[in-house]
């Protein structure tokens, strides 16, 4: 018997070493390795500043950018201001999160949002009419976290950009199709534009025009 358990306590702790120790430090020495950017998150840096990750949305409202997703979660973006108590002592500051908000299409909270959504949208983009709005710019995705919008999304808002920045249209165009990336794998899921990437591009120009 006293073998025996001598030998489970001496399994049980190669083990722990071997998988809880040296298995997962191994794997993280080779993705640093060979997938460095990806295993650190995808950052993303602006003038060696890091400004985001390629993973995850974020809201733009500057009209020099393209917009991104509608996101229930805010995107995790969260301000000092949202942890403060208000007058009753509450705060509404529910930490970080991802997610949809579950509401269906006859929701009346959804379909005023929408409503307020287009309204906004059509008002920035003057010419436009509903039906011209893509789908995935008035919904929201299933984490809130989109960085993502389709070639098309992003191809209605090139004439405001355009009229915002000084920025040819062609040029514009040129900047969507360099951050398109195709179905993964070929069959995937569909092509989509990194908004965070498109926009980082239009903020070097503009930058170096002076202009931001």
Known sequence: MKEMLKKSVLLSVVMLVLCGLIYPLAMTAIAQVLFNNKANGSMVSLNGKVVGSKLIGQSFTDKRFFIGRVSSSNYNTY??????PDSKGNISYAGVTSGSTNLGPSNPVLMARVKKDMAVFLKNHPGLKAKDIPTDLLTSSASGLDPNISPQSAKIQVAA???ATNISSSDLNNIIIKNTEGKTLGIFGEPRVNVLG???EIAN???NKGEL
């Open 198 to 200: 498109a926009n980082l």
């Open 205 to 207: 120009i503009l930058k």
């Open 79 to 84: 301000t000092k201001a949202d942890i403060k």
């Open 161 to 163: 950009v355009s009229k």
